[in-house]
């Protein structure tokens, strides 16, 4: 359907697992939505890595191919803070006076890595911590750990007046 209304007649769209796709021509592009909310959560790699390796032409295209992975600390949006522990009592021991420093809205109770609204700000600047391009890259090359450190410069105003108020309005 978006393809008849751009105009684009020269295209073969199939409807079946990739494993399932064997053509003795090769193709000119590998288009592609796998990204998931963590970049790898649906096999992006090994799936397409798999595809450009049995079908696509020499010097063939995916798309999208290029990707950097980010790992930035931030402020949280206050109003999406997720209850940790609730309206109870443990062991003897009462909880709601917590609840006032977690605040959250109604009926929201897990945190999604996309969610934009999740994030007030950053308080860095953000880098990526891998990039990777798929033209070149085969799931052994992944790395099975990443260590990197990220420098906090820019501290939100409510942490300021915390820290103040903590010293006794030094």
């Not at 105009?7 to 079946?16: D, G, Q, S, T």
């Not at 790699?45 to 450009?52: E, G, Y």
């Not at 609840?99 to 996309?114: D, I, T, V």
């Amino acid at each position: 359907m978006l393809a008849a209304a751009n105009r684009i007649e020269n295209v073969e769209f199939l409807a079946k697992p990739q494993h399932g796709i064997h053509d003795d021509k090769p193709v000119d592009v590998i288009l592609h939505e796998q990204m998931g909310d963590c970049l790898f959560d649906e096999a992006m790699v090994a799936n397409v890595a798999d595809l450009r390796d049995r079908l696509l032409k020499p010097g063939g295209l995916i798309l999208p191919s290029r990707f950097e992975l980010y790992c930035e600390p931030i402020k949280v949006n206050d109003a999406r803070l997720v209850r940790s522990f609730g309206n109870s009592t443990c062991m003897a021991t009462s909880t709601p006076c917590l609840e006032e420093s977690r605040p959250q809205a109604p009926g929201y109770y897990h945190l999604a890595s996309s969610d934009l609204d999740l994030v007030e700000h950053f308080l860095g600047e953000p880098a990526p911590v891998l990039s990777i391009d798929l033209h070149t890259l085969h799931e052994a090359d992944l790395p099975h750990e990443i260590t990197f450190t990220r420098r906090v410069v820019m501290l939100a105003e409510w942490m300021v007046m915390r820290l103040l108020s903590r010293a006794g309005g030094r």
